[in-house]
């Protein structure tokens, strides 16, 4: 009777232990599930937050594809993008009417009986957005501002997408702050910058498009500034100084001077 007692004894162990190992994988199995999610997500991806404040690069696709029209000039969050889903965000930064097109250009795009792809936008009202959700298939595409005639005008650029498209770069958090603005896609960047007392704060047109840096109060402002072209002032006195583009009045961005 004993020696029974001990053999069903040791059996139970033996199960308890197995179960124990069973429970253990299987909240091995979750970690592994949720953090594969988390890096799938974007949640904890180190290249997100590079240590020490270097710049990282992203696929331009994330998040939505960036595209600003205005007076004159269509640009495209980057020149080239890879193949796949993408979705378009597009603004009219401009002070009349644009709308936004997408064509293949070439022979037969594949995206169905032999035809062109071609997709666009209705017509977008200054400082109305919306989006278009495509998915791209390898070639050059037209890009253009669907106004007939605003692509003579300059509206109208080139979209190269291939499979080893580059990614684009991105500047740390830490670069806002230091004096710089860069004008790009119809936006001031950083729109909004803190700075001493006596910094000299400049601004780069990275745009096709020219822009102007003019205050509300009328304390400063630029030529035209082309493409490339810079403008520089310096803010002796604490306070906030708003401003925007009188060109296309919707970009507006604000140096606050401690």
Wanted: aromatic letters at 6%; hydrophobic letters at 40%.
């Amino acid at each position: 009777m004993l020696k029974l007692r001990v053999v069903v004894l040791l059996g139970v162990l033996v199960v308890a232990s197995a179960c124990a190992g069973d429970n253990q994988t299987s909240t091995d199995d979750q970690t592994e599930s949720s953090s594969a999610s988390n890096r799938a997500a974007g949640n904890s991806s180190p290249a997100a937050s590079p240590a020490g404040g270097r710049a990282t690069r992203i696929d331009p696709r994330r998040g939505g594809f960036e595209i600003g029209l205005g007076e004159w000039a269509i640009v495209a969050e980057a020149r080239a993008i890879r193949p796949g889903p993408v979705t378009f965000l597009i603004h009219n930064r401009g002070t009349v009417a644009h709308g936004f097109e997408i064509e293949l250009e070439g022979e037969s795009s594949g995206h169905g009986s032999g035809e062109l792809f071609k997709a666009e936008t209705g017509l977008l009202q200054p400082g109305e957005s919306t989006r278009l959700r495509l998915t791209l298939s390898a070639g050059v595409h037209k890009i253009e501002c669907l106004v007939d005639g605003h692509d003579d005008m300059g509206m109208e650029d080139l979209l190269d997408v291939r499979a080893d498209a580059p990614l684009v770069r991105v500047p740390p958090a830490s670069a806002a702050g230091r004096g710089r603005v860069a004008i790009a896609d119809f936006e001031f960047a950083p729109s909004v910058v803190e700075v001493e007392s006596g910094t000299n704060v400049t601004w780069r047109n990275n745009d096709p498009a020219e822009h102007t840096v003019t205050a509300i109060d009328g304390g400063f402002e630029s030529n035209n500034l082309a493409e490339g072209e810079s403008f520089s002032f310096t803010f002796d006195e604490p306070g906030t100084y708003a401003y925007r583009c009188a060109i296309h009045p919707e970009m507006q961005g604000k140096v606050n001077v401690r």
